[in-house]
């Protein structure tokens, strides 16, 4: 599959990244971090899936963030939203639906484009799907370590890792066995991790850990 045979709808991409960074920026900002910190984990949140991906695992020339400026623009408004409006922002009606709807577009997306990136440089099967997946979580587990915290994806709960995963499993199904065309089988991709994160907020779907540790991870995890 050539390179940017798919490419996100500029508005969506813009959307996700400034919403993102305002989720990151908000966490920040809850943890008493400075405009710098604010500002740092705002960008990690929004793009580190994207850094990850080009400056360790693809490392073909410059991340995407530095080679326009639009998305460090976009993190520095949501900082400035956060540092000027952090409060009124969160307790907007609506605001955590809207950015559980955007997270769970853009899982989906982000993991398409990354494969997409992947299979360009050459990939083969396991390697693009690995990088769909750091695409589409990398940013949420980088903020959650510069922030020293345990990352949630490693923990029981929803969907989120196995949704994007569950997608990688579906594009390549649709592109290299059914050979459909790369806009059709993104849009389908996207579509399909958007309804399993959804249904597995709604309804509360989530993983479990394996039982037979339990003694173990209850020792480990008093409150849990």
């Known amino acids: 599959m050539p390179p940017n045979e798919f490419l996100l709808p ?22 008493g971090y400075d405009i710098i910190g604010i500002f740092i984990l705002a ?29 460090l623009e976009l993190v520095a408004a949501a900082t400035g939203v956060v540092i000027l409006f ?14 559980s709807i955007v997270d769970a577009l853009g899982l989906g997306a982000y993991a398409v484009v990354g494969m997409n990136r992947a299979t360009a440089v050459g990939l083969d099967l396991l390697g693009v799907i690995f990088v769909g997946m750091v695409n589409a979580v990398g940013g949420s587990v980088l903020r959650s370590v510069l922030a020293g915290r345990e990352p949630h994806l490693f ?20 592109r290299r066995i059914l050979e459909v065309a790369p806009t059709s089988a993104a849009w389908i991709t996207i579509v399909a991790v958007f ?18 540790f339990q003694d173990e991870w209850n020792q480990n995890n008093p409150t849990g």
Do not use: H, N
Request: aromatic share 12%.
């Open 86 to 99: 952090g409060k009124r922002v969160q307790k907007l009606p609506g605001f955590q639906r809207i950015v």
């Open 155 to 174: 923990r029981p709960g929803k969907f989120e890792a196995v949704a994007a995963f569950i997608g990688c499993g579906v594009f390549v199904v649709l």
């Open 43 to 71: 960008m990690v949140s929004s793009t580190g899936g994207g850094l990850l991906r080009d400056g360790l695992l693809l490392q073909d020339g410059p991340p995407v963030l530095v080679r326009t400026p639009v998305y």
């Open 10 to 31: 500029p508005f969506f991409d813009y959307a996700a990244t400034f919403f993102w960074a305002i989720s990151g920026g908000l966490v920040a900002a809850r943890r």
């Open 195 to 212: 309804v399993i994160r959804l249904v597995s907020v709604t309804y509360g779907v989530e993983t479990k850990a394996l039982r037979d």
